[in-house]
C-alpha cells in the first residue's frame, strides 16, 4: 500500500527502460530534483550568487538525464530560444518544456561530450537513442548561452547520424 492509499505498483513505470517501478521512479524524479537545486545553490554561494555558466549547463542536463522535466526548466529563462536539430525554432519556456517532454517520451540522451565552455558559450555532446529497441539515432553538438543562472538560448545540430553519413544541415522535418 503507498502512502496515498492507493496499492503499490509493480508495472514499470514509463520510465520502464530504467527497470525502475513508478514508486521507485516518482522517488528518483524526486532525488535529482532535490540534487539539481542543491548543485545550484552550492554554485551559487561559491561564485558570489551566480552559477558558472557550465553550472548552470550541468545542472539543466542532470535533470533532464533524469527525465525530470522540471527541475531541468529551473534554469531556464522564460524568454529563451531553441533551435532544435531538425532545425524548428522554439520561443520561451513553456515550448522548451513541450519540446523536452515529447522528445523524452520517444528518446534518451547519453553524454558523449561533457560540457565545457567555447566561444562564450557552453557546449557539449550527445548521443540520442531510441526509446523502443533503444536504437541510436544519431549524435547532436549543442551550444547553450547562460546569462546569470539562467540559460537563454540553445542551439542543437545533428553531427552524425545512423546511417554514418555526416549531416551538417539535416533537411527541416527531420524527425529527431
Known amino acids: 500500500m503507498s502512502p496515498w492509499g492507493k496499492p503499490s505498483s509493480t508495472r514499470a513505470s514509463p520510465n520502464g527502460w530504467f527497470g525502475l517501478t513508478q514508486r521507485s521512479s516518482l522517488w528518483a524524479t524526486h532525488v535529482a530534483r532535490l540534487l539539481a537545486v542543491l548543485l545550484l545553490a ?30 531541468a526548466m529551473t534554469v531556464v529563462a522564460a524568454g529563451m530560444t531553441m533551435d532544435a536539430p531538425n532545425e524548428v525554432q522554439y520561443r520561451g519556456a513553456e515550448q522548451l518544456r513541450q519540446w523536452l517532454q515529447a522528445t523524452l ?71 529527431i
Do not use: K
Open 42 to 71: 552550492v554554485t551559487m554561494c561559491a561564485c558570489g550568487g551566480q552559477a558558472a555558466p557550465t553550472t548552470v549547463v550541468e545542472v539543466f542536463l542532470s535533470a533532464r538525464d533524469a527525465r525530470n522535466i522540471d527541475g
Open 105 to 175: 517520451h520517444d528518446y534518451y540522451f547519453e553524454r558523449s561530450q561533457a560540457p565545457h565552455p567555447e566561444g562564450g558559450q557552453v557546449a557539449w555532446r550527445d548521443n540520442l537513442y531510441s526509446l523502443s529497441g533503444e536504437r541510436w539515432v544519431g549524435e547532436i553538438a549543442w551550444q547553450a548561452s547562460v546569462r546569470g543562472s539562467q540559460i537563454t538560448a540553445i542551439d542543437g545540430r545533428v553531427i552524425r547520424g545512423a546511417s554514418g553519413i555526416i549531416c551538417p544541415l539535416c533537411p527541416p522535418g527531420t524527425r
